[in-house]
């Protein structure tokens, strides 16, 4: 993250070249453990709570890709220039790069390289003022395999892997590449009590005030850990669970508040009764 923060500095203090865009990132690992949200989390705070224009790369596998990325005919901008429209500066996201067609990342190396990609309008749209993030999953089976290898070591096996995979040319352009490693139980037990104060928070705005103690928490622990997948599977157990509590509660003519208590019978939260 000290290396995200040194080019988003860097970008905001107008200190990047002027003709290429204000940084950008390669971001490889596992699924699950934060490429898209470290992403989110840094537009979100420089954008004013705005997301990343964000593209999936396995919809642009094939040789016509690139017009429906910047348009066919004369009159078409295409996907990335109606997401543009009326946009002028911001994050471009886009994930799974190693899926995308070569001609595809032949358009990512002139957006890399002088900030601006020519729509089939004629249409030059600048780049100079976005940050463009690429993330994909080469060498996933090597951070997942070297768990007891020193970090420095797992980014040479996985950057090397890159480097084999992708074109030279595009990864020498990008500012910062960076290799994450995947989520061990006590990062993903962190992560769990972050997202049940975050669903207690969203689900009291909805009327729903929910008490959880230490027993609730190491519950969705259990349920929600999962060695590679990451911390995706731990959003939906911790929604899961909470809001079914929730269900019950109000199926039960319950007020859907109060305490959240393990029934380890049902293996289920519910809410305390009154006489708990």
Known sequence: MDRVASVLTRGELGLAHPGRPKGSFLFVGPTGVGKTELTN????????????????????????????????????????????????????????????????LDLFLQLLDDASVTFA????????????????NIGSSEVMRMTSAPMATVERTVLSRVGQQLRPEL???ITEKLVFARLGFDTQREICELMIARE????????????????????????????TLGARPMRSTVERYLQDAIAEGLILHQSGSGRVVVDSRNERLALASHSE
Do not use: C, W
């Open 41 to 104: 989390v840094f537009t979100e705070y420089l954008y004013d709570g705005r997301k990343p224009i964000r593209f999936d790369m396995s919809e642009y596998q094939n040789q016509s890709s690139v017009e429906k990325l910047i348009g066919q005919g004369a009159g078409e901008i295409g996907l990335l220039g109606r997401a543009l429209t009326g946009v002028t500066e911001g994050t471009l996201l886009f994930d799974e790069i190693e899926k995308a067609h070569p001609l595809v």
């Open 121 to 136: 309008t004629g249409e030059r749209k600048n780049f100079s003022r976005f940050y463009t993030v690429f993330t994909s």
């Open 171 to 173: 990864v020498g352009r």
């Open 200 to 227: 207690r928070a969203r689900l009291r705005d909805l009327g729903f005030v929910l008490e959880a103690n230490g027993e609730v928490v190491e519950f969705l622990i259990r349920r929600g850990f999962h060695k």
